[in-house]
Structures are given as structure tokens and as C-alpha cells.
């Protein structure tokens, strides 16, 4: 028998184990590529949870998915880059900042829209902040050092490109009136039977 097998701990303790584990990888950014080298490359991005406060089962569950295929990935000799992000969620952040205002008896009309912007942007990182712990929380084997949000200027960027692009080839348009952009691509994509 092993010497120090009279050292172990006689319960096995989750908690302890797990955030030793968890900030030793953070430390050590055991899962950031500086510049993926190999032939067999594979990148994802995680579906941004919304900044609107904290994360529910449906977000472990996927979370825990998609660190399974990054990991078998890395197991079968690829380079992995697994982006973790944040969505600002407009609208829905708007309310859960409303309801914080109400608690206050006031209103987003008390503030005005430029104190009502104040207001949101000061409550995105703390609540984004909180995300990211939990996510770290789940143990996902994310690249923290390529964390991206969707209101980040580069992003913002390539989303109005593209929406210029859709307009322009007329696969998107514009109508009088209230309403977003209306997708003309079944016409484009699919046959007729579709």
C-alpha cells in the first residue's frame, strides 16, 4: 500500500477541490492560444448569456455541452479557441433596470434618456461580472482572454456591415412605420416549395 494513502482526507470535499482547480487553470490560462499552430483548428463561440442577471439550469446544461466538444476536440489533436461573451440584451436589460428603478419609486421618465442610459451601463458590468463568475463557477474551458460583449465598438461594427450588405443586395429592407428589417431570404435560398 501507497505510504501516504493514511494522508487522504476521509470525505471528498467539491467545494475545495474544484476552486483550487478552477484558479489554478485561470492562473495559468491553461486554455488561451496565443496562436493556434496546429493543422487541425476549431473554434466556437458561446452563446452569450444576457446581461440581465443571473444564469439559469438551460445555461449550465449548455455550457456543460459545449465543454464536452471542446474538450474531446482537444483530446483528438486539435488547437481550440472557445470565445466566451456577453449579450447586452437591450430591451430585456432596460426592464430588469426599470424594475430595479421602481423598487426606488421612480421611473426611466424620471431620469430621462441620458440618465436612463447612465443607469443601464452602470448596471451591465455588474452584472456581467456576476455571469462571469458563475460561468467560471461551471468550470467551462473557455478562453477568458478573448471574452467578448456584443455592444463591444468591433462587434457593433460588423453588425451594422452586414446589415448594410442584406440591404444592399435586397435581401433585407426598410418599411415606413414601426418594425424591424424583414428577412426576403427564402426567396434567394430556398426553392419555392419551401
Given amino acids: 500500500m501507497p505510504e501516504n494513502r493514511d494522508n487522504l482526507p476521509k470525505h471528498y470535499n467539491p467545494e475545495e477541490i ?7 487553470w485561470l492562473k495559468e490560462k491553461l486554455y488561451h492560444l496565443e496562436n493556434p499552430r496546429k493543422e ?13 442577471g443571473s444564469l439559469h439550469l438551460g445555461h449550465a446544461w449548455n455550457i456543460t455541452i459545449q465543454d ?14 472557445w470565445v466566451p461573451g456577453f449579450d ?20 426611466r421618465f424620471d431620469l430621462g434618456r441620458e440618465g436612463m442610459l447612465k ?16 460561468l467560471q463557477f461551471l468550470g467551462g474551458s473557455v478562453d477568458w482572454e478573448r471574452e467578448r460583449f456584443t455592444m463591444d465598438e468591433g462587434f457593433s461594427r460588423a453588425v451594422r456591415e452586414v446589415f448594410h450588405r442584406l ?5 433585407i429592407y426598410r ?16 426553392p419555392p416549395a419551401v
Avoid: C
Avoid at 70 to 77: C, E, H, N, V
Avoid at 88 to 107: N, R
Fill in 119 to 134: 443607469k443601464i451601463w452602470e448596471w451591465v458590468p455588474v452584472s456581467r461580472n456576476s455571469i462571469k463568475t458563475q
Fill in 68 to 81: 464536452i466538444v471542446a474538450r474531446y476536440k482537444r483530446m483528438d489533436g486539435y488547437d481550440v479557441v
Fill in 175 to 190: 418599411v415606413s412605420g414601426n418594425g424591424n428589417p424583414l428577412p426576403n431570404l427564402f426567396e434567394h435560398t430556398f
Fill in 40 to 52: 487541425k483548428k476549431f473554434s466556437m463561440v458561446q452563446p452569450p448569456p444576457n446581461v440581465t
Fill in 18 to 24: 474544484e476552486k483550487k482547480w478552477r484558479e489554478y
Fill in 88 to 107: 447586452h440584451a437591450g430591451i430585456a436589460t432596460q426592464y430588469v433596470v426599470e424594475k430595479q428603478l421602481k423598487e426606488e419609486g421612480k421611473t
Fill in 167 to 171: 440591404y444592399e443586395e435586397g435581401l
